[in-house]
């Protein structure tokens, strides 16, 4: 017969071995999965239950409350979540330690995040030295506003199996908390994500703060003059931002010169054309165009006078 999509049993078997019932289920198309009051054990979630996860690739909601689950099967539960998409887990909490309870939420939240961010956040995590750009652009739809036939089929099929492609709060928190231990990473895209002034609150602190980051690409957003107010502040306590791209974000052009000129300012300390102590001030030329005149030699001087 068909494959099951969804399965909910609270509080009977009707006879049947759970463990037996599960193995017959992994056939990749299970979505969601309800065991209420089912007897299972932390055997059953460390054999057969953490094998049906691995095995769903649609998977995105499990609940197991009223059973005999501990910390042994919230921790096997926990090593089978890792790279899937599961974003909801219900279990008995008052019987998890502390700890495990909170590994739980920190697996269960990672799902939650872009698949670019997923990808990239564990090298972020571990500082990886060749990690120095981090492309996290969104859809070029979203800037434009127009979408494909093939565009609109692949978003209503990463609507049908949960995976989230925009960056909520929750995303933009856990990419500074990477961003804030990492010193290696010294561009970072996130144009074309339809993000708002809230963001800049979010990143706000890692820009003005990062000792790395060099290019920052914002372009393609919804920032608007607020959130271009909130990141000035931060590129100009930077001294190491030597360019913030808010093209196509609706920002007045006062302001973004202003942010540009900050930027400008920061490759010049870099390069030691300009002390790191003198005053702020609009520069309106490229460096190279700075010269100091050269002195005239010492006869034109004398011929002159």
Do not use: W
């Amino acid at each position: 017969g068909k494959p099951v999509v969804s399965l909910s049993m609270v509080g009977h078997t009707h006879g049947l071995d759970v463990a037996e019932l599960l193995k017959g289920l992994q056939s990749g198309a299970l979505v969601s999965l309800k065991l209420e009051t089912c007897g299972i054990s932390d055997a059953d979630v460390t054999g057969v239950l953490c094998d049906l996860v691995r095995a769903s690739p649609k998977l995105h909601h499990i609940c197991l409350k009223n059973n005999a689950i501990g910390g042994d099967g919230a921790e096997a539960l926990i090593a089978a979540l890792e790279g899937s998409r599961v974003q909801k887990v219900c279990l008995d909490r008052e019987k998890l330690p502390a700890a495990c309870a909170a590994r739980l939420d920190a697996a269960v939240g990672a799902n939650h995040l872009p698949p670019k961010l997923r990808q990239a956040l564990p090298q972020l995590l571990a500082n990886a030295p060749r990690l120095t750009h981090v492309d996290l652009k969104g859809s070029e739809t979203k800037r434009v506003g127009i979408m494909t036939k093939e565009e609109e089929a692949r978003r209503q099929q990463a609507r049908r199996e949960h995976i989230p492609e925009a960056f909520d709060a929750a995303a933009l928190r856990v990419l500074a908390a990477a961003l804030e231990r990492n010193y290696n990473v010294t561009s970072l895209d996130l144009s074309c994500n339809a993000l708002t002034a809230g963001a800049c609150g979010v990143l706000v602190p890692v820009l003005a703060r990062s000792s790395s980051l060099r290019m920052v690409n914002l372009s393609c957003n919804m920032l608007g003059d607020a959130g271009a107010a909130l990141l000035k502040p931060a590129v100009e306590a930077s001294r190491t931002l030597h360019s913030v791209d808010l093209s196509d974000n609706k920002i007045a052009p006062q302001l973004e010169a202003q942010i540009s000129s900050a930027c400008f300012r920061n490759a010049m300390v870099h390069s030691g054309r300009v002390a790191s102590h003198a005053p702020p001030r609009e520069l309106t030329h490229p460096p190279h165009l700075e010269r100091p005149r050269r002195p005239r030699p010492a006869a034109e001087v004398a011929e002159v006078s």
